[in-house]
């Protein structure tokens, strides 16, 4: 059963461990696999129309502690340091400024979620759209 998610939905994995993460550059696609901690209850979060991401402490073991939508300008706000070395490199769109990248995100209609851990793995993921399947 896959489920799409708006920006707006909660998305509960908390103590969920993530066993797999696939980058799928040819089918633009970023699949998290999960399990909660009874080791019986799974689930996959599914990001399609995958962008980029940027991963931190990527281990095996990371356990979610919330995964959090984001608008757009929370994110240029938030990750502005960040985002500004990376322009001059094209990432993670080819943009001049902050101002430009930002409607491109928005005129394209991305979104960006924002995973946090208890143990391991942080960072954000920018897509079009998120699933959950069971």
Not at 26 to 33: F, L, N, P, V
Not at 68 to 96: D, M
Not at 117 to 126: C, K, N
């Amino acid at each position: 059963m896959h489920e799409k998610l708006t920006s707006m939905d909660a998305i509960n994995l908390h103590d969920f461990r993530i066993d797999r993460l696939d980058l799928d550059f040819a089918e633009s696609t970023a699949k998290m696999s999960c399990t909660f901690e009874d080791g019986k209850t799974k689930k996959e979060v599914i990001f399609s129309d995958f962008l980029g991401a940027k991963l931190e402490d990527v281990t095996a073991g990371s356990i979610i502690m919330d995964i959090e939508s984001w608008t757009i300008s929370s994110f240029i706000e938030n990750q502005k340091s960040y985002l500004e070395k990376r322009l001059n490199y094209g990432w993670p769109t080819p943009a001049k400024d902050l101002t430009e990248l930002e409607e491109r995100l928005v005129n394209s209609s991305y979104k960006v979620w924002c995973i946090f851990a208890t143990l391991g793995i942080t960072g954000f993921i920018i897509a079009k759209d998120m699933e959950l399947a069971s």
